[in-house]
């Protein structure tokens, strides 16, 4: 890879952010963290390539997180990570532009795939 890509992940659970984060550096790529919505949005840049977003944090979560992104007008890729097997989610994602959603516990080779696609697409648009 040529050129890190910034990636945020926001989750609340400390050792699920730390795994993923070290999944993600295995793969080469430069991270940052925040443990709930409200840190991310105040820490991301337009330097921010990708956003891993747990759905079910407090004070603000993966939705109200999106909802947030959105309104600022930023079109960062978000992808969910959810413990939630929730046939209205796959709705909400859809509906927010959520680029993925993965559930817990995530794996190193899906997480990697999914971000690979993400940034694939991201960079045609």
Same mark, same amino acid.
Not at 56 to 69: H, Q
Not at 73 to 81: G, I, K, R, S
Not at 106 to 115: A, I, P, S
């Given at each position: 890879m040529a050129e890190k890509q910034k990636i945020l992940i926001v989750e609340d659970n400390d050792f699920v952010r730390m795994q993923i984060v070290r999944y993600l550096k295995d793969a080469g790529y430069e991270t940052q963290e925040a443990k709930d919505g409200v840190e991310a949005l105040h820490i991301m840049g337009s330097d921010t390539a990708l956003a891993i977003v747990d759905l079910r944090m407090e004070p603000?979560?993966?939705? %109200?997180?999106? !909802?947030? @992104? !959105?309104? #600022?007008? @930023? %079109? +960062? /890729?978000?992808?969910?990570?959810t413990g939630d097997d929730n046939n209205d989610l796959l709705e909400q994602a859809a509906k927010w532009d959520v680029a993925a959603v993965l559930m817990? /516990?995530?794996?190193?080779? =899906?997480?990697? #795939?999914?971000v690979q696609r993400v940034m694939i +697409? =991201?960079?045609r648009a």
């Amino acid at each position: 890879m040529a050129e890190k890509q910034k990636i945020l992940i926001v989750e609340d659970n400390d050792f699920v952010r730390m795994q993923i984060v070290r999944y993600l550096k295995d793969a080469g790529y430069e991270t940052q963290e925040a443990k709930d919505g409200v840190e991310a949005l105040h820490i991301m840049g337009s330097d921010t390539a990708l956003a891993i977003v747990d759905l079910r944090m407090e004070p603000m979560g993966g939705l %109200d997180f999106v !909802r947030a @992104l !959105r309104g #600022k007008e @930023l %079109d +960062t /890729p978000v992808v969910f990570v959810t413990g939630d097997d929730n046939n209205d989610l796959l709705e909400q994602a859809a509906k927010w532009d959520v680029a993925a959603v993965l559930m817990k /516990p995530v794996m190193k080779d =899906r997480l990697v #795939k999914t971000v690979q696609r993400v940034m694939i +697409t =991201r960079s045609r648009a």
